[in-house]
T-cell receptor, first 116, second 115 residues
Framework: AQKITQTQPGMFVQEKEAVTLDCTYD???????LFWYKQPSSGEMIFLIY??????QNATEGRYSLNFQKARKSANLVISASQLGDSAMYFC?????????????FGIGTKLQVIP | EAQVTQNPRYLITVTGKKLTVTCSQN?????MSWYRQDPGLGLRQIYY???????DKGDVPEGYKVSRKEKRNFPLILESPSPNQTSLYFC??????????????FGPGTRLTVT
């Protein structure tokens, strides 16, 4: 069974607008961590934001925030005030006890394009 | 500068010719891992290592070998490459694992083509 699901292969957003990238996950363990990474066209992978399963508040890092809905098993990334440099692939990932927290599962990614 | 380096960055080889992709990190990280990235499949974990001489299989280990003789290095070995191993490979490291924000630092990637 797929552990991480990203259902939006591609998204467009107008510059300066906000955009939400969806991520749902599947685990039966109560302790897990969720990550978002960005991959620009240059290819490198950049860590953006982390949410732990016991965190009471949604994670925020600058213009990035996580809409964490535990009961729905979703961890959507919200990018506010989109910039042209936000155009990239975005990957959701999870680390959970099933692999001793050493296995990391990634989704297939969402390609975001910011339109001027 | 804290970084993960991989070499080579690009490699074109032929079926069956053994190759090694090197990975090195200068952050004294405990954990290292290899991934392959394929269109439509995202990143899939090949092998990971929690410490020197401790390695374990990820989700797609077939056709690959790794070793961790030193903390900083984690080479990926393809003993007999096949065309289905054509992919973009990433090495990553993190300070640890467990329940916490142990984000991974990624190398620049190695684009491998096997003909």
């Amino acid at each position: 069974a797929q552990k991480i699901t990203q259902t939006q292969p591609g998204m467009f957003v107008q510059e300066k607008e906000a955009v939400t990238l969806d991520c749902t996950y599947d685990t039966s363990d109560p302790s897990y961590g969720l990550f978002w990474y960005k991959q620009p066209s240059s290819g490198e992978m950049i860590f953006l934001i982390y949410q732990g399963s016991y965190d009471q508040q949604n994670a925020t890092e600058g213009r990035y925030s996580l809409n964490f809905q535990k009961a729905r098993k979703s961890a959507n990334l919200v990018i506010s005030a989109s910039q042209l440099g936000d155009s990239a692939m975005y990957f959701c990932a999870m680390r959970d006890p099933s692999g001793g927290y050493q296995k990391v599962t990634f989704g297939i990614g969402t390609k975001l394009q910011v339109i001027p | 500068e804290a970084q993960v380096t991989q070499n080579p960055r690009y490699l074109i080889t032929v079926t069956g010719k053994k190759l090694t992709v090197t990975c090195s990190q200068n952050m004294n990280h405990e954990y290292m891992s290899w991934y392959r990235q394929d269109p439509g499949l995202g990143l899939r974990q090949i092998y990971y290592s929690m410490n020197v001489e401790v390695t374990d299989k990820g989700d797609v280990p077939e056709g690959y070998k790794v070793s961790r003789k030193e903390k900083r290095n984690f080479p990926l070995i393809l003993e007999s490459p096949s065309p289905n191993q054509t992919s973009l490979y990433f090495c990553a490291s993190s300070a640890g694992t467990g329940f916490g924000v142990y984000e991974q630092y990624f190398g620049p990637g190695t684009r491998l083509t096997v003909t």
